[in-house]
């Protein structure tokens, strides 16, 4: 009995290790690279979602749910693009129409797309979410296309741990030069 517990307590270990490393490797690597890392290792995409839950699982509010109040305010007639989709929960809380992108289908309502490249027309949507997804080092690629597939005067919600921040004036500043004014922090 004790040495199942000892092993089950290492292996949990071992997989928040994995998550950790795989996380990591998501915010310092360009986008391509993410795609290619999760397609030549679908386990490792696996251990990445169920880390990930567990994680957001201990904080006292998960941003998605958060996103999700603000968005039922608004009307559902919005359509949305959730850029890192994960299991859709976004898609699955509103009624409005959301196209989902993931590098992984874990939903069958993901598209399958690097976030830096999205399959909509110019101008397709009102809202854009990154939620916690705001990853890789091409980040201005990634929010042009934010930028390309929203309407003039759309939405762009970012949820994104603090920490990640570096500079959070100088973010705020290269989002304007990409023509996205800050409406509410
Ligand atoms: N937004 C979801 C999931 C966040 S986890 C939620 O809040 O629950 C971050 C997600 O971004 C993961 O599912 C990961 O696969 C995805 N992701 C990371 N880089 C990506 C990329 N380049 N293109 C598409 N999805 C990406």
């Given at each position: 009995?004790?040495?199942?517990?000892?092993?089950?307590?290492?292996?949990?270990?071992?997989?928040?290790?994995?998550?950790?490393?795989?996380?990591?490797?998501?915010?310092?690597?360009?986008?391509?690279?993410?795609a290619?890392?999760f397609r030549?290792?679908p386990?490792?995409f696996h251990?990445?979602h169920?880390?990930?839950?567990?994680?957001?699982?201990?904080?006292?509010?998960?941003?998605?749910?958060?996103?999700?109040?603000?968005?039922?305010?608004?009307?559902?007639?919005?359509?949305?693009?959730d850029?890192g989709c994960g299991d859709c929960?976004?898609a699955?809380?509103?009624?409005?129409?959301?196209h989902c992108f993931d590098l992984v289908p874990l939903s069958p309502l993901v598209t399958v797309c690097d976030?830096?490249?999205?399959?909509?027309?110019?101008?397709?949507?009102?809202?854009?979410?990154?939620?916690?997804?705001?990853?890789?080092?091409?980040?201005?690629?990634?929010?042009?296309?934010?930028?390309?597939?929203?309407?003039?005067?759309?939405?762009?919600?970012?949820?994104?741990?603090?920490?990640?921040?570096?500079?959070?004036?100088?973010?705020?500043?290269?989002?304007?030069?990409?023509?996205?004014?800050?409406?509410?922090?």
């Amino acid at each position: 009995g004790r040495s199942a517990a000892l092993r089950a307590r290492m292996e949990e270990r071992l997989l928040s290790a994995r998550f950790r490393y795989i996380n990591q490797q998501l915010y310092t690597s360009p986008s391509r690279e993410a795609a290619r890392l999760f397609r030549s290792d679908p386990q490792a995409f696996h251990i990445y979602h169920r880390g990930f839950a567990r994680q957001v699982g201990r904080w006292p509010e998960n941003p998605l749910h958060r996103i999700v109040r603000l968005l039922r305010r608004r009307p559902a007639s919005l359509v949305v693009a959730d850029f890192g989709c994960g299991d859709c929960t976004l898609a699955r809380s509103l009624r409005n129409k959301v196209h989902c992108f993931d590098l992984v289908p874990l939903s069958p309502l993901v598209t399958v797309c690097d976030m830096a490249q999205v399959p909509l027309a110019a101008e397709a949507v009102d809202v854009v979410v990154f939620c916690l997804a705001l990853m890789g080092t091409n980040l201005q690629e990634i929010l042009e296309e934010a930028n390309r597939v929203l309407k003039p005067g759309g939405t762009l919600l970012v949820a994104e741990v603090a920490s990640r921040f570096e500079d959070m004036r100088a973010f705020l500043s290269a989002m304007a030069l990409l023509g996205f004014k800050s409406v509410s922090k």
